[in-house]
């Protein structure tokens, strides 16, 4: 047995299905699918979701704290010019693979690409008020020092100095008589220094003695590799 009525609401803020099953909720103007004592949410099934807005939030009742946080996948709110449809792939992958796609929007598993034996230079720029040391960049762990080399910009006056390499072995890639800063601009100053892979970072620095310079500028270049 059963009764049809056409109800059109309630007074209460909350419908139950059943006698013990789920609520449907009003909470401040959203819809909650809550359990039959209010207690939590409850799983939601259907065949398709179809969200009008831009945003789905994860974890939405996150307390913001420790490692609990909202994750939220958002749609780009410029740019597009068509749907797009993406299609996951059958499986989770291998380490160290990301996704790809084909460009139809089919992700596909690929391995990354590798950084090892990637040649990388790093420019810093010397003037002739520099305080010593200049700091430059950290060479990544492994890295092998291929060139060092001092490009003259503005040939400085005085009797200047510079060395490359790290603190307590400040000459270790370039030395100061590997460089004439006084010379004429576009002059090149290079040095490959054969020093073996540190095993670990290091912070490449430039010791600079002005002399008395006040003018001058010069670039300094160091190329490097990780080998395989």
Same mark, same amino acid.
């Given at each position: 047995?059963?009764?049809?009525?056409?109800?059109?609401?309630? *007074?209460?803020?909350?419908?139950?299905?059943?006698?013990?099953?789920?609520?449907?909720?009003?909470?401040?103007?959203?819809?909650?699918?809550?359990?039959?004592?209010?207690?939590?949410?409850?799983?939601?099934?259907?065949?398709?979701?179809?969200?009008?807005?831009?945003?789905?939030?994860?974890?939405?009742?996150?307390?913001?704290?420790?490692?609990?946080?909202?994750?939220?996948?958002?749609?780009?709110?410029?740019?597009?010019?068509?749907?797009?449809?993406?299609?996951?792939?059958?499986?989770?992958?291998?380490?160290?693979?990301?996704?790809?796609?084909?460009?139809?929007?089919?992700?596909?598993?690929?391995?990354?690409?590798?950084?090892?034996?990637?040649?990388?230079?790093?420019?810093?720029?010397?003037?002739?008020?520099?305080?010593?040391?200049?700091?430059?960049? *950290?060479?990544?762990?492994?890295?092998?020092?291929?060139?060092?080399?001092?490009?003259?910009?503005?040939?400085?006056?005085?009797?200047?100095?510079?060395?490359?390499?790290?603190?307590?072995?400040?000459?270790?890639?370039?030395?100061?008589?590997?460089?004439?800063?006084?010379?004429?601009?576009?002059?090149?100053?290079?040095?490959?220094?054969?020093?073996?892979?540190?095993?670990?970072?290091?912070?490449?620095?430039? *010791?600079?003695?002005?002399?008395?310079?006040?003018?001058?500028?010069?670039?300094?270049?160091?190329?490097?590799?990780?080998?395989?």
């Amino acid at each position: 047995m059963g009764l049809w009525q056409d109800l059109i609401g309630t *007074t209460k803020s909350f419908f139950r299905i059943g006698l013990s099953g789920v609520r449907l909720k009003d909470s401040s103007g959203n819809l909650e699918v809550r359990n039959s004592g209010d207690s939590a949410y409850a799983q939601v099934t259907a065949s398709k979701v179809n969200v009008s807005g831009d945003v789905i939030d994860l974890n939405s009742d996150a307390a913001g704290a420790g490692a609990d946080w909202k994750y939220t996948i958002q749609r780009p709110s410029t740019g597009m010019g068509a749907a797009v449809t993406l299609t996951l792939p059958p499986d989770d992958g291998s380490p160290n693979q990301v996704l790809s796609t084909d460009g139809s929007g089919a992700l596909s598993w690929v391995s990354a690409a590798s950084t090892a034996d990637k040649r990388s230079v790093d420019t810093t720029t010397l003037a002739f008020g520099a305080t010593s040391p200049v700091a430059m960049f *950290t060479l990544p762990a492994n890295a092998v020092v291929e060139t060092v080399r001092v490009i003259i910009d503005t040939a400085f006056n005085g009797t200047p100095t510079m060395s490359v390499g790290i603190a307590g072995t400040t000459s270790k890639y370039m030395g100061s008589g590997d460089v004439d800063l006084k010379g004429t601009a576009k002059d090149r100053y290079e040095v490959h220094p054969g020093e073996p892979a540190s095993g670990g970072t290091e912070a490449l620095i430039i *010791t600079y003695a002005a002399g008395g310079a006040s003018a001058g500028s010069a670039r300094v270049e160091v190329e490097y590799v990780v080998p395989a």
